[in-house]
């Protein structure tokens, strides 16, 4: 073998019109398509692949440096939201069902419900304390059938103030289940 350099026979050029146009090859970045959320806007689904018609092309388009890794394009992903439009007659039905409140009503509601709970409760602990008034005075009486009694004796049976006690003392002296007595300062009261 001569040592002859190595000739390059150069490459017949194409004709513009066999020429492959490299402006159709586009790369996208990813971007994600997000509506703004007051207002929904419907994204149609992609359409299958239609053929792209081919741009014009300036006279002398740019050379790409052609590398053996870059022989395919570079495809990137572009994510799209779809967002569904909801028929109108499913809006219209679900606005049926929302009950209107009427806020003056409510509250109307639950005061008469609160005055007749209070109502209930104020009733109970009259009977209650009635009840308690009544056994209170049967054991003032029982114990003065077997001794006088005073203020004092009361107040220790049934652990109540002095004037709680006079309380009882009058209402069964004035009843006429008790009689009363003065001795020296202090009254006396008999059954």
Do not use: F, H, W
């Not at 992903?77 to 909801?86: A, D, F, L, Q, T």
Request: net charge negative.
């Amino acid at each position: 073998m001569p040592d002859d350099p190595i000739q390059t026979i150069p490459e017949p050029e194409l004709k513009q019109e066999e020429q492959k146009p490299t402006e159709q090859i586009k790369t996208e970045e990813p971007t994600v398509e997000t509506p703004p959320a007051e207002t929904p806007v419907e994204i149609p689904p992609p359409a299958e692949e239609q053929p792209k018609t081919p741009e014009p092309q300036p006279e002398n388009p740019p050379q790409l440096p052609q590398s053996p890794e870059s022989t395919q394009p570079e495809v990137k992903e572009v994510i799209k939201e779809i967002v569904k439009e909801v028929p109108v007659e499913i809006i219209k039905e679900v606005i049926k069902e929302v009950k209107v409140v009427d806020e003056e009503e409510v509250k109307k509601q639950v005061d008469d419900k609160l005055k007749e709970k209070l109502l209930e409760n104020k009733k109970k602990a009259d009977e209650t304390r009635s009840q308690r008034r009544k056994d209170n005075l049967n054991k003032i009486i029982d114990l003065a059938k077997k001794k006088e009694i005073n203020n004092q004796d009361v107040r220790d049976l049934l652990q109540v103030s002095q004037s709680t006690a006079t309380d009882y003392l009058t209402e069964l002296s004035k009843s006429g289940r008790l009689k009363s007595e003065k001795k020296a300062k202090a009254k006396v009261y008999k059954s």
